[in-house]
């Protein structure tokens, strides 16, 4: 008697279309979390913007005056991680007007500012740079007499101002 003998398996085409199908499930959430992680920095750092608001409003309060420089007694807290990697935030204090602006980069690598106390998406007209931001306001950045960074490039070192 002859045994018969059956064949057990997958073929190749029915292994490469599981491949096919596994592939394009991978992408599809790979873009969908990736979308998700940079809705989560832009919110982020949206509500570290509102959150500096309102500790400058609070100083104008106190002291009659919006502050230069910000000083860690003022307790900022930014969520770093959301932030893009280098040139990511700036001050910029005008003491001839008494305003401010902000300007900063989310890890996504979209641009907030805030102007006139409201926080605003994109650059301002002067782009985003240290000196852009002061522009803002009409002036020219100076470091040392109007500007802050919130993350220094050269050093790798975030603000002590900036928690």
């Given at each position: 008697?002859?045994?018969?003998?059956?064949?057990?398996?997958?073929?190749?085409?029915?292994?490469?279309i599981?491949?096919?199908?596994?592939g394009?499930?991978?992408?599809i959430?790979?873009?969908?979390?990736?979308?998700?992680?940079?809705?989560?920095?832009?919110?982020?750092?949206?509500?570290?913007?509102?959150?500096?608001?309102?500790?400058?409003?609070?100083?104008?309060?106190?002291?009659?005056?919006?502050?230069?420089?910000?000083t860690?007694?003022?307790?900022?807290?930014?969520?770093?991680?959301?932030?893009?990697?280098?040139?990511?935030?700036?001050?910029?204090y005008?003491?001839?007007?008494?305003?401010?602006?902000?300007?900063?980069?989310?890890?996504?690598?979209?641009?907030?500012?805030?102007?006139?106390?409201?926080?605003?998406?994109?650059?301002?007209?002067?782009?985003?740079?240290?000196?852009?931001?002061?522009?803002?306001?009409?002036?020219?950045?100076?470091?040392?007499?109007?500007?802050?960074?919130?993350?220094?490039?050269?050093?790798?070192?975030?603000?002590?101002?900036?928690?």
């Amino acid at each position: 008697m002859w045994a018969i003998r059956k064949n057990s398996g997958f073929t190749i085409v029915e292994l490469l279309i599981v491949v096919v199908v596994i592939g394009v499930l991978a992408a599809i959430v790979i873009v969908a979390y990736n979308g998700i992680t940079a809705s989560a920095n832009d919110a982020a750092v949206r509500s570290d913007l509102a959150n500096i608001v309102k500790r400058l409003e609070i100083q104008k309060v106190e002291d009659g005056s919006y502050p230069y420089p910000i000083t860690t007694a003022m307790d900022v807290h930014v969520t770093k991680s959301a932030y893009y990697d280098v040139n990511n935030l700036y001050y910029c204090y005008d003491s001839a007007t008494d305003q401010y602006a902000v300007q900063v980069r989310s890890a996504s690598g979209n641009f907030f500012r805030i102007e006139g106390g409201s926080v605003l998406e994109g650059t301002g007209s002067g782009g985003y740079w240290a000196a852009g931001t002061c522009d803002i306001l009409g002036i020219t950045w100076n470091g040392s007499t109007n500007g802050q960074f919130g993350y220094n490039a050269t050093n790798d070192t975030w603000a002590s101002w900036a928690q």
